[in-house]
C-alpha cells in the first residue's frame, strides 16, 4: 500500500524536482519542525503519490498548482481526496500562491488539524 517498489524510481524524480512551493513548505516541514511531526515528501500510498503525509496525524498535505484548476483536475483531485479519506487519511489541500504568499498561514492551518476530527480539515480546505 505505502511506497510501492514500481513507483520507486517517479517518486525519487519528483522529491528531486520540487516545484517551489512544495520546496518552500518542504524546508518548514523537514526534521519534525513543526509541533514535533515528522513528514515525508512525494510518498506513495496506493496508486497515487501525495506531496507530505504525515503518518503519526494521518494527514496528507496537497500542493495545488495551475493543473489543478481545469475540470479533469478538480475531478482527479476529488477522487484522490475520498480514495485517501476511505483510508482513513485527511487531506488538506493549498494552492501553490498560498504557500508562496502565506506560509505562516499555511502551517498554523497544517498545526491546527493535528489532533482535530475531521470537522477541523473541512474548515481548513474551505476557508
Not at 84 to 104: A, M, P, T
Amino acid at each position: 500500500m505505502y511506497n510501492h517498489p514500481s513507483q520507486k524510481d517517479h517518486r525519487q524524480q519528483l522529491r528531486n524536482h520540487l516545484t517551489p512551493a512544495e520546496a518552500t513548505l518542504w524546508r518548514a516541514l523537514q526534521r519534525s519542525q513543526l509541533a514535533g511531526s515528522k513528514f515525508r515528501r512525494q510518498h506513495g500510498i496506493g496508486s497515487y503519490i501525495v506531496d507530505f503525509y504525515c503518518p503519526a496525524e494521518r494527514l496528507v498535505v496537497e500542493l495545488d498548482g495551475a493543473g489543478h484548476f481545469s475540470v479533469s483536475g478538480e475531478a482527479n483531485d476529488v477522487e484522490r481526496t475520498a480514495y485517501l479519506n476511505g483510508l482513513g487519511l485527511r487531506v488538506l489541500r493549498f494552492e501553490n500562491r498560498l504557500v508562496l504568499e502565506q506560509l505562516d498561514g499555511v502551517l498554523t492551518a497544517i498545526a491546527v488539524v493535528f489532533n482535530s476530527g475531521p470537522d477541523a480539515v473541512a474548515l481548513v480546505n474551505h476557508s
